[in-house]
């Protein structure tokens, strides 16, 4: 589109509105309302897509940084959003199982387990844990799913201890569901005590005696 | 009229940079317009449908509306006159798209759609601008008189005359510049 400076309209621009101006009828001048119900429509709609963007964007945005919902948010629903997870399983259920069709068979051999006992009110109400053998390394598998965040300036630890509960041995802080891989130099047969505490972050890595939850492997 | 113009130039830029109530805003200003044209090419139903349309699509190219081409009213009746002329062409392709009778008497063609959505247009402009301007394009325009003539029969400077109606064009010329940058989807 040419601009012509208002103050000097072109020729064309001037004949095109005197004929505009000249052709006006009655009926260009006549008015109806909408329907009541447009507009609702309308934002309706603007609003749906701008949650569909912000979800694009959380997408887009890569699996490894945390999306961050405000609870205003998420009691919208966002089916772009939800499209978008549902892409990524599929990716991955696909990638499984072409893994699975290439990969040797796992041998995966349950070797203890223990129900955690909770101690204090504080971290998860109930917790599983597992000894698993999987090709030949041994794990630790911690069902702890409902476990709340640590309080501020603390964490939870996992710990193996013996038997004679006198070696705290760390594997590393914990907050939920885990699965770590036991050091060989840990014999499981004697350090049997599964422990969860709560450690300040105070720069001791020694075991706080603050236990919240333990259990013995069998 | 100036602190008008200024609000139209705020609501403009909350529009352009994406706030939902400016959108509720626009909607209020220029709704009557815009299904006002539409209504007077197609049925009831279809023409809220195309409606919303059209301010779905200003919505969703609002970054494109530069305030400094054009009003936002021109920029919303150009869309629509692309909205409605691709709505009649497309049912006159299919030939199993119902037809009414009333269609069919209007003859509406692409052109005759394009120039009633520019006059309803400029007719909202006009009512738009200060009272003396008006009235002078008005009988510039519609009655034909000369400038002098008017300055005669009314007794306003034959310069307040000249002066009233050159800024009574400009703001009419406004509307059509946007009108004519509006995007077509």
Known sequence: MTHHDPEHPSPESDRRLSELLGGLTDADFERVDP?????????????????????????????????????????????????????????????????????????????????????????????????????????????????????????????????????????????????????????????????????????DHAHSGHSLMRGTLA | MDSNHDADAVLAERFRSGDERALEEV?????????????????????????????????????????????????????????VVDIHRTEQRNPLAPVTAQDAERGVVAEDLDLMAQRMLIADALMDLPERSREMVRLAYFDDQTHTQIAERSGVPLGTVKSDIRRGLQRLRRHLEAFDDAPRS
Request: net charge negative; aromatic share 6%.
């Open chain 1, 35 to 203: 329907p009541a119900d447009l507009l609702p429509r309308i934002t309706a709609h603007a609003a749906a897509e701008r949650d569909a963007a912000s979800g694009a964007d959380a997408a887009a945005s890569g699996s490894s940084a945390p999306v961050v919902i405000s609870m205003d948010e998420r009691r919208r629903p966002r089916p772009f959003l939800f499209a978008a997870a549902a892409a990524v399983l599929l990716v991955v259920a696909a990638v499984g199982a072409i893994l699975a069709t290439r990969a040797p068979a796992r041998t995966e051999r349950q070797l203890a387990r223990a129900e955690l006992e909770q101690l204090e009110p504080l971290g998860s109400t109930r917790a599983t844990a597992r000894l698993v053998e999987e090709n030949g390394t041994t794990h630790l598998r911690i069902d702890a799913s409902d476990m709340a965040p640590a309080p501020a300036g603390s964490k939870y630890e996992l710990w193996l201890i013996d038997r004679g509960v006198t070696d705290p041995r760390s594997l590393g802080t914990i907050t939920g569901t885990e699965d770590v891989v036991v050091p060989s130099s840990i014999d499981p047969d004697e350090y049997a005590i599964v422990d969860i505490s709560l450690e300040p972050d105070d720069g």
């Open chain 2, 27 to 83: 909607y209020r200003e220029h709704s009557r317009l815009v299904y006002s044209f539409c209504r007077r090419a197609l049925d009831d139903h279809r023409a809220a449908d195309a409606t919303q349309d059209v301010f779905l699509a200003a919505w969703r190219s609002r970054e494109r509306y530069r305030p400094d081409l054009g009003s936002l009213a021109g920029w919303l009746m150009g869309i629509a006159r692309f909205k």
